[in-house]
């Protein structure tokens, strides 16, 4: 099995663009996605596929990848986006396995 | 309306057996694999199993391989997480979530999510 490791933490003052990484050794093989959790709701999906935006979803929200790194990046943060956030892949060319990221929570000061 | 929905909350004590449910509606039930995850209180998120809800092939995480039992019913359009025997630390908000199909391509990520049942287990 392999792991997803974010920050625990990142702070942004609204309006600011807020940069949140997620480190794997299998990242440069799968693809990545990022989930969005506000308190007592369930998650939802911003990013798939590393860099593609589900309908629905702001433009501000977007992600890039490199080497064994992606990036969750939201521009112009409004405070509405504060939350948690989860990165996570997969592996299903063998047996399937998925894997989330500890999470980062985000904190629009 | 693409939606999953779960059934509600469980208070339960330690050694009981708990079957929770996840119901699907306004999509093709059978044409996309529904994944269970946890979320301990104050905690991340950890993918426990996937099924197909079409020929019930499912596959679990190491981590809770043996400890919970995933299935479907397609007939009704169901999903199932079941526990034999509950322990306190079995105490979770769990969730179902779609296998996301974007276009003609099926992906990893979980694009429909149920509301959550929070399972209670203390004597």
């Known amino acids: 099995s392999y792991e997803l490791t974010q920050p625990p933490s990142v702070s942004v003052s609204p309006g600011q663009t807020a940069r949140i990484t997620c480190s794997g050794d299998?990242?440069?093989?799968?693809?990545a996605y990022w989930y969005q959790q506000k308190p007592g709701q369930a998650p939802v999906l911003v990013i798939y596929?590393?860099?593609e935006r589900p309908s629905g979803i702001p433009e501000r929200f977007s992600g890039s990848s490199s080497g064994t790194t992606v990036t969750l990046t939201i521009s112009g943060v409004q405070a509405e986006d504060e939350a948690d956030y989860y990165c996570?892949?997969?592996?299903?060319?063998?047996?399937?396995?998925?894997?989330f990221g500890g999470g980062t929570k985000l904190t629009v000061l | 309306e693409v939606q999953l929905v779960q059934s509600g909350a469980e208070v339960k004590k330690p050694g009981e057996s708990l079957k929770i449910s996840c119901k699907g509606s306004?999509?093709?039930?059978?044409?996309?694999?529904i994944g269970w995850v946890r979320q301990m209180p104050g905690k991340g998120l950890e993918w426990m199993g996937i099924?197909?809800?079409?020929?019930?092939?499912?596959t679990y995480s190491p981590s809770f391989q043996g400890q919970v039992t995933i299935s479907a019913d397609k007939s009704i359009s169901t999903a199932y997480l079941q526990w034999r025997s509950l322990k306190a630390s079995d105490t979770a908000m769990y969730y179902c979530?779609?296998?996301?199909?974007?276009?003609?391509?099926?992906?990893?990520?979980?694009?429909?999510w149920g509301q959550g049942t929070m399972v209670t287990v203390s004597s």
């Open positions: 979530a779609r296998r996301a199909i974007f276009g003609v391509f099926i992906t990893d990520a979980f694009d429909i």
């Open positions: 306004g999509y093709s039930f059978t044409n996309y694999w």
């Open positions: 099924i197909h809800p079409g020929d019930s092939d499912t």
């Open positions: 299998a990242l440069p093989k799968q693809y």
């Open positions: 596929k590393d860099s």
């Open positions: 996570q892949s997969a592996d299903s060319s063998g047996t399937p396995y998925w894997v």
